[in-house]
């Protein structure tokens, strides 16, 4: 089932996440709506608070860019109670946009790889450190678990040159061909 997406906004974009056990509700159901509702927005990750729900769940996909990075020709992983515990590398500056931003796109400053520490879809613990896009990709979407989003990261100047779609997200103006549950003013 495809899900409306939040946009900015919404107060649920910036609670903090929490955690969740393996008797959560219709959990299974959750993840396959939220791989669904990413690959209908043509995102590469979705976390659940763009669903409305504050809760640690997180979806990646990059099966998508497999014309570019071949080594993602399989990817799609799902990170429950995720948090990043380390990071390490240079700081890298890569163009994002954001499913609950449509129509913002900014180069966002994020370290080159990150070590995470999760359960998967069937609450086995991993910890591990992941590298390249995927690390991008990992600390956008684990973000969204903090409350935070990508334009959080750019300059004052920059967010100012944003103001006019800003604002337009805000009293629900949001122009974008997938589903969407926009803020009210
Ligand atoms: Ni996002």
Redesign the pocket.
């Known amino acids: 089932m495809i899900l409306p997406i939040y946009t900015y906004g919404q107060p649920v974009l910036r609670k903090e996440a929490e955690e969740i056990d393996s008797s959560y509700p219709e959990l299974k159901e959750l993840i396959q709506n939220m791989f669904e509702t990413n690959e209908c927005a043509d995102g590469v ?1 979705l ?1 659940a608070p ?1 669903i409305g729900l504050a809760i640690r769940v997180v979806i990646v996909d990059l099966r998508s860019l497999v014309e570019d990075y071949p080594e993602y020709a399989d990817f799609k992983r799902v990170y429950i109670n995720g948090y990043i515990v380390e990071d390490g590398g240079e700081t890298i500056m890569m163009d994002e946009g ?4 449509p129509g913002i796109h900014e180069k966002v400053p994020r370290a080159e790889k990150v070590r995470i520490q999760y359960v998967d879809e069937d609450f086995v613990e991993h910890d591990e450190w992941v590298e390249g896009f995927l690390a991008r990709v990992v600390q ?2 684990f973000d ?1 678990l903090e409350g935070k ?2 334009t959080d990261r750019i300059s004052s100047l920059r967010r100012q040159m944003n103001k006019g779609k800003f604002s337009a997200l805000l009293s629900g103006k949001v122009r974008c061909d997938y589903k969407v549950k926009v803020a009210k003013k």
Do not use: K, M, R
Not at 98 to 101: A, I, K, T, V
């Open positions: 990750g976390a763009q954001c499913l609950s931003l956008h979407e969204h989003v990508f």
